[in-house]
């Protein structure tokens, strides 16, 4: 059984810094690209960052600068390291794995960003 388990979200003020992990089981993670989604209420869930399993990343043009994604396929885990945090980057934050047969996403972890 696969899981994705995201954590560090929380409440932080503008200008903070917050890092999400992603730790993924029941399955082979080195070989599938991993990515970061965000829901913000009243609007559709869209990509924040992504990295392959080479580790090549892209990131949606708002976070540019600010967010790194990045991978340890030691220990299974997509990290989302953010700083200089907006209240505009306050959402749910969801992990993505997928695969060939389907998508695998996490419960989500809630980051709200305080003017």
């Known amino acids: 059984q696969v899981q994705l388990v995201e954590s560090g979200g929380g409440l932080v003020q503008a200008g903070g810094s917050l890092r999400l992990s992603c730790v993924v089981s029941?399955?082979?993670?080195?070989?599938?690209?991993m990515g970061w989604y965000r829901q913000a209420p009243g609007k559709q869930r869209e990509l924040v960052a992504r990295?392959?399993?080479?580790?090549?990343?892209n990131y949606a043009d708002s976070v540019k600068g600010r967010f790194t994604i990045s991978r340890d396929n030691a220990k299974n885990t997509v990290y989302l390291q953010m700083n200089s945090l907006k209240p505009e980057d306050t959402a749910v934050y969801y992990c993505k794995m997928p695969t060939t047969r389907y998508n695998y996403w996490g419960q989500g972890t809630q980051v709200t960003v305080s003017s």
């Open positions: 029941g399955s082979i993670f080195s070989i599938y690209a």
């Open positions: 990295i392959s399993s080479g580790g090549n990343t």
